[in-house]
């Protein structure tokens, strides 16, 4: 079984690398970067392509087993505490206003296909550095990020307004009801409810 699957992953990163090569070209030829493979590691593959100030990672393997590219500054993006840019923040730019996935692209080497052309199409100001491009990219994740865990802190104080109101620890109900933003009609029935049972 463990032969098959790594036979299998040989094959597919065969597939991935030839597919990189073949599609990212323009990166070499019209940017200037420099294509560079890592050696593969156990069920991951990498390329790696390099500019004087850029990077792009083109990666397959563990865990979703699907070609995935990821993009920025060097020694800006790649130091501790910051983070690469992927597919997903590059087609929320005004530049990919008109973009839209080819739905005919199938396996390794089609969408391979199509993450070259979303960065050729439309990351053309990144690839040459643009620092407005890369400042909206990184203000919608700060903002993503600052969401998530705006969600997950009220979720804990939900589960703490459940947990004290099921012990009918109406003072401390609604306390902890005090720091969430918005409120259902449950919740405002609750909070009416705990102030007379305080």
């Not at 036979?7 to 420099?34: C, M, P, R, W």
């Not at 393997?61 to 590059?90: C, I, K, N, T, W």
């Not at 550095?129 to 865990?149: H, N, P, V």
Request: net charge negative.
């Amino acid at each position: 079984m463990r032969a098959a699957l790594e036979t299998a992953f040989a094959d597919q990163s065969d597939k991935f690398e030839a597919a990189v090569i073949s599609s990212f070209e323009f990166l070499e030829t019209e940017y200037g970067f420099v294509r560079r493979s890592s050696q593969p590691q156990k069920y991951t593959q990498l390329l790696i392509y390099e500019s004087d100030k850029l990077y792009v990672v083109l990666s397959y393997g563990s865990p979703e087993y699907e070609p995935e590219m990821s993009f920025g500054r060097l020694g800006v993006d790649d130091q501790e505490g910051a983070y690469s840019f992927h597919a997903g923040d590059l087609v929320q730019l005004p530049a990919c206003n008109n973009w839209g996935w080819n739905s005919d692209a199938e396996g390794v080497a089609g969408w391979v296909s199509e993450l070259a052309r979303l960065l050729r199409t439309s990351g053309s100001a990144c690839l040459q550095g643009d620092a407005f491009s890369f400042a909206q990219m990184k203000k919608r994740r700060e903002k993503l990020i600052a969401d998530w865990k705006r969600d997950e802190v009220a979720k804990g104080v939900r589960i703490s307004i459940d947990l004290a109101w099921k012990e009918k620890d109406y003072s401390r109900v609604l306390k902890l009801y005090g720091s969430i933003e918005s409120l259902s009609e449950i919740d405002k029935k609750r909070i009416a409810y705990a102030r007379s049972h305080v």
